[in-house]
């Protein structure tokens, strides 16, 4: 490709609403063009690398044995209803009327549409397991859409289901799509982790998020170095707490006056005790699926924090959010005094796992101005109890014990293990081996395509523009003509560029009549992995060869050029 025949609108000037590099460089480059709030149009170079991820992931999802499916963009709402989910998804999901008053929604995801693919097609254990996926566009109506391609609203999508016969037998799947995934992502060139996650509005019972790490990226993780352990912070475990300092001293269950004492750090300091030996209640106001408010108090250590993602989860709510002074006290507690024992009978409550069966701590006396001390949490049913702390960096390794190291991450994929979640509710079912009724078990396994282009550029980019690796990047190889008008540079820039495309290497001539310091910014801002810059000193026998990471610069004999590009590229 001849770069004065080809479309690349590159600009000096970045979007006003840019705030990321991937942002910025992808509309300065050329690769996409923004349309609308959080919609982009992908020019001839961004849907180069499109077609290229597009590529890699149909290649090893076919090697896997998914087979590869369409569903339609705009999906019946009767669908969404009979899952559930219509009502309740939030208002990221567009929903929309025809003509003939039929709801319908532009899908941001299709757990509901593979559901009724399969329905009454697929009737017997014999037919399982079985992994349907498609490429296809998604529309999620974001509040803020923002980051460009990483947080738009109209975006592909590689989603694939899985339905099986068996919990046993998704967990196979779930471990092939794993490292299927891997796989991808490894062709892909990208640095990434494959971390513990929550499973959010998906749901199901297990998830795994395939996280690009990069400095800049939107989400925190926790990584052991020691082991393979790493983990999105909603998620993340630890190994319990300890304190080698003393508990506090009592010989029996005490309560004590603590006058306008409300604090962690005023109930420490008074018993002289490390805030390991505390708990803490931390009261919210819940939103349930039937529109219904309910208090809930969660209780931790008094060191640690609460996790608001594992704390929603532990409530099966909609939504958590502070409650107000008044609805607390309209619930019987008191804030700031607030203890385990003793609540009012309708009041719901979770417990963090570590502080099960732990004694001598101190605790509200759900009365004002009084504490418990040597309190041991016990008599609770098991159901009380959830992980509900926050991990941070510092803590220790579920797994091994080593210290836990906070990175940042940005998620390219996740794969989750729905169970019945979905089969159950819209009546999907085979016939088992024993002849009974059984709905399906189901995984889901998405990544995001047109998001990908972006991580990559996140992920690997300077001050002067993006830097693709070989595997997706739209050209691998630019030829830089510096003088247009000298006519030995023309033919031997087309000559060594004529024998690359008959290697197959992808390769662009930059032969505009521009000066050399533009054609040199437009490649440093562009990023092609190679450059060859056939200037002035080929009267000498010599050209440059150029590695865009880095931009390392080596002078060659001309007549090595061809055979270093082979040795390279090939």
């Known amino acids: 490709m001849k770069f004065s025949k080809f479309f690349i609108p590159t600009t000096k000037e970045a979007p006003k609403d840019a705030v990321l590099q991937s942002h910025i460089y992808l509309i300065r480059a050329g690769f996409i063009n923004q349309n609308g709030s959080g919609l982009y149009d ?33 999906t019946p709402a009767d669908f969404w209803k009979e899952s559930g989910r219509f009502n309740v998804y939030g208002k990221e999901l567009l929903r929309f009327k025809d003509r003939k008053e ?3 929604v ?17 009737t017997s254990y014999k037919q399982l397991p079985l992994n349907i996926y498609q490429i296809n566009t998604k529309f999620r109506d974001e509040a803020r859409p923002r980051f460009g391609l990483l947080r738009g609203r109209e975006f592909v ?68 170095e020691s082991c393979k352990y790493a983990a999105n912070i909603e998620a993340a475990k630890r190994k319990p707490k300890t304190c080698n300092n003393l508990p506090p001293q009592s010989s029996m269950m005490s309560k004590f006056h603590t006058p306008n004492l409300k604090t962690i750090d005023e109930i420490a300091n008074l018993f002289k005790v490390d805030k390991f030996y505390t708990i ?109 702390v926050a991990v941070n960096e510092g803590d220790c390794c579920p797994k091994c014990g080593a210290i836990l190291k906070k990175t940042k991450g940005i998620e390219a994929g996740h794969i989750f293990k729905l169970g019945q979640k979905y089969s159950k509710p819209m009546n999907a079912t085979f016939l088992d081996k024993n002849g009974k009724t059984v709905p399906f078990f189901m995984g889901c396994y998405g990544i995001g395509v047109t998001r990908l282009i972006a991580i990559a550029v996140q992920s690997s980019h300077d ?108």
């Open 42 to 74: 992908l020019l001839p170079l961004g849907k180069m690398v499109y077609d290229n991820i597009y590529n890699v992931i149909k290649e090893e999802m076919d090697k896997s044995g998914a087979i590869q499916v369409n569903f339609s963009v705009v």
């Open 157 to 224: 999508m590689k989603d694939g289901y899985s339905f099986h016969s068996s919990t046993e037998d998704l967990d196979k799947e779930f471990d092939n799509m794993y490292k299927t995934y891997t796989s991808i992502f490894t062709k892909l060139g990208l640095n990434f982790r494959a971390v513990e996650a929550d499973s959010g509005a998906i749901g199901g019972s297990g998830s795994k998020e395939f996280m690009v790490l990069a400095d800049s990226g939107e989400d925190d993780i926790l990584v052991c």
């Open 280 to 388: 803490k209640a931390i009261i919210k106001k819940a939103k349930f699926e039937d529109d219904s408010f309910k208090i809930v108090v969660f209780f931790i250590r008094g060191c640690d924090e609460l996790q608001e993602v594992k704390a929603l989860n532990a409530t099966s709510a909609l939504e958590l959010m502070d409650a107000s002074q008044e609805e607390i006290e309209e619930a019987g507690l008191v804030a700031g005094f607030c203890g385990p024992a003793k609540l009012p009978k309708d009041i719901l409550f979770f417990i963090d796992n570590e502080l099960k069966d732990q004694k001598e701590m101190i605790v509200g006396a759900n009365e004002k101005d009084y504490h418990i001390i040597g309190f041991s949490v016990s008599s609770f049913k098991d159901e009380r109890f959830k992980d509900l």
């Open 463 to 570: 001050e002067k523009g993006i830097i693709w690796n070989e595997k997706i990047a739209p050209f691998k190889l630019q030829i830089i003509i510096s003088n247009i008008k000298d006519e030995n540079q023309i033919n031997f820039a087309n000559e060594i560029y004529e024998k690359c495309e008959n290697l197959g290497i992808k390769t662009i001539l930059d032969d505009r009549d521009e000066r050399f310091g533009v054609k040199m910014n437009d490649y440093e801002l562009i990023g092609f992995p190679y450059a060859l810059i056939v200037g002035k000193n080929l009267a000498n026998g010599e050209v440059e060869f150029i590695k865009r990471a880095g931009l390392i610069k080596e002078k060659i004999s001309k007549d090595e050029a061809l055979n270093k590009i082979k040795e390279i590229l090939l």
């Open 102 to 104: 039929n709801d319908f």
């Open 106 to 122: 532009i899908s941001p995801t299709n757990e509901e549409s593979a559901v009724n693919m399969v329905k009454n097609k697929i």
